[in-house]
């Protein structure tokens, strides 16, 4: 059973547009999420968090949305640029656990 | 400061020989945890440990020991390879509900 669910495994953005990744979940305990970028041959860095008591959290040129009541959130990235092409992990915890949940990943693509 | 470190970079076994995947990390962070990455699963969660003496279950388990004896390390053990664990493996530690990654191991059993 995925709890957390990245519906789009590949997306592709011409540079300077804006990128858009998706995630769902399910656990209604979840009450912190954040996304995760992945380079080829690296281990996962953190990009950005958000806590259920908000539903924005904006950092530079990325930002993540939060719908508690659509058990959804999205990361938008604007202006896009090349260096954003990675693999970004959607991931959820909750109920006082430390434990993370990670969704399967989407592979953005920017092209020039 | 190394972060997290993890050895080795890649290795093959041969299908029931026994190896350890060494994590360790310098932020003196108490929450470890041991991932493996394959394809079109995401990050499946191992082990995890919040403190020296101190480990659980993740979600697949089977066929991975742990052990935590110092903060510092979490070493992660396959006591009888098979190829079904051929897969990237990430430890990670964990601060204020941040995981810290390290640059994982690609283990290949034949």
């Known amino acids: 059973d995925q709890q957390v669910k990245q519906n789009s495994p590949s997306l592709s953005v011409q540079e300077g547009r804006i990128s858009i990744l998706n995630c769902d979940y399910t656990n209604s305990m979840f009450d912190y999420f954040l996304w995760y970028k992945k380079y080829p041959a690296e281990g996962p860095t953190f990009l950005i968090s958000?806590?259920?008591?908000?539903d924005k959290n904006e950092d530079g040129r990325f930002t993540v949305f939060l719908n508690k009541s659509a058990k959804h959130l999205s990361l938008h990235i604007v202006p896009s640029q090349p260096g954003d092409s990675a693999v970004y992990f959607c991931?959820?915890?909750?109920?006082?656990?430390?434990?993370?949940?990670f969704g399967t990943g989407t592979r953005l693509t920017i092209i020039p | 400061n190394a972060g997290v470190t993890q050895t080795p970079k890649f290795q093959v076994l041969k299908t029931g020989q026994s190896m350890t995947l060494q994590c360790a990390q310098d932020?003196?962070?108490?929450?470890m945890s041991w991932y493996r990455q394959d394809p079109g699963m995401g990050l499946r969660l191992i082990h995890y440990s919040v403190g020296a003496g101190i480990t659980d279950q993740g979600e697949v388990p089977n066929g991975y020991n742990v052990s935590r004896s110092t903060t510092e390390d979490f070493p992660l053990r396959l006591l009888s390879a098979a190829p079904s664990q051929t897969s990237v493996y990430f430890c990670?530690?964990?601060?204020?509900?941040?995981?810290?990654f390290g640059p994982g191991t690609r283990l290949l059993v034949l």
């Open positions: 990670a530690s964990t601060k204020s509900e941040t995981q810290y």
């Open positions: 958000i806590s259920s008591i908000k």
């Open positions: 932020m003196n962070h108490e929450y």
């Open positions: 991931a959820a915890s909750g109920g006082g656990n430390e434990k993370l949940t």
